[in-house]
Structures are given as C-alpha cells and as structure tokens.
C-alpha cells in the first residue's frame, strides 16, 4: 500500500495557471458577473473563482504579456493543433465576424489574465475539455 500511495503522489496533478488582473477592469467585471447570475451562473461563478485566485494589479504595473480587456490574444488548441487569434472585450464590443471575444462567454473566461505561454483546460460549450496554449499577446495601442 505504501508504493500505491508513493506512486499516486508522484503523479503531477494540474494546475491552474496564474492569472493577473488589471485593477481598472475589476468594478466593470464584477458588475457584469453580478448582471449574468441570473441568466448562466455557471459562468458567472468561474469568472468570479478566476478572479477570486488572481492577483490584482494597477494598470500601470500590467505586464504587457498578459491577457485583458482588449487584448488580442493567439492560443493554439493542443488536441488539433489549429491556432487561433481573438480579441478579449466586454460584451457590448463582442463582435465574432470580426474575432472579438466576450469576457461573458467560456473561452474570454478561460483567456483573461493569461500569460503568454501558459497553458490551460477550457470546457467547450459541448462539454469537452481542451488543452489551450497562449501563444502571444498584443495589447492595444492608445
């Protein structure tokens, strides 16, 4: 029994990645989770764990390689290999045609506060589970 549990233990277990989150966007993100407990809390919930685990920053010590509001972020799928490109927005700019993602929908969940490199699950809107990899981020230019 005990090299069962040395065994077990050795196996790493996933970790979320860290996560950073720009101070300026908090009240807006937290005023829109409040708005969608009704309509899908579900989602409401892991924006509000995601946010519970990151650290909080002024948007002047934002680094620059880390996801937010208008970011456009390029993520590579690791089960098909295909590589994306979005922008993250609030959902009144949301926009698919033109690749702008909401925060309020799984994947601009999933994204926010991401580091260039981190890799991470995301549950698709069918229930399967994606390894995701970010691959760069550009922040907009003001």
Not at 13 to 41: S, T, Y
Not at 53 to 72: D, E, L, Y
Not at 115 to 142: C, H, M, N
Request: charged content about 25%.
């Amino acid at each position: 029994m005990t090299q069962q549990l040395t065994e077990t233990a050795k196996k790493p277990r996933p970790r979320n990645p860290k996560l950073v989150i720009n101070a300026d966007e908090l009240v807006h993100i937290e005023a829109l989770i409040e708005g969608a407990m009704q309509r899908n809390p579900a989602l409401a919930d892991r924006l509000m764990d995601e946010i519970g685990r990151a650290r909080i920053v002024p948007a002047a010590k934002m680094p620059t390689n880390v996801v937010s509001i208008g970011s456009t972020v390029v993520y590579r799928d690791e089960t098909t290999g295909q590589e994306k490109s979005v922008t993250l927005v609030y959902p009144e700019d949301a926009d698919i045609s033109r690749q702008k993602v909401s925060i309020m929908t799984p994947i601009g969940v999933a994204l926010l506060g991401l580091a260039t490199g981190a890799v991470f699950y995301w549950d698709t809107r069918d229930d399967k589970r994606r390894l995701l990899t970010v691959i760069s981020v550009e922040q907009p230019t003001t």
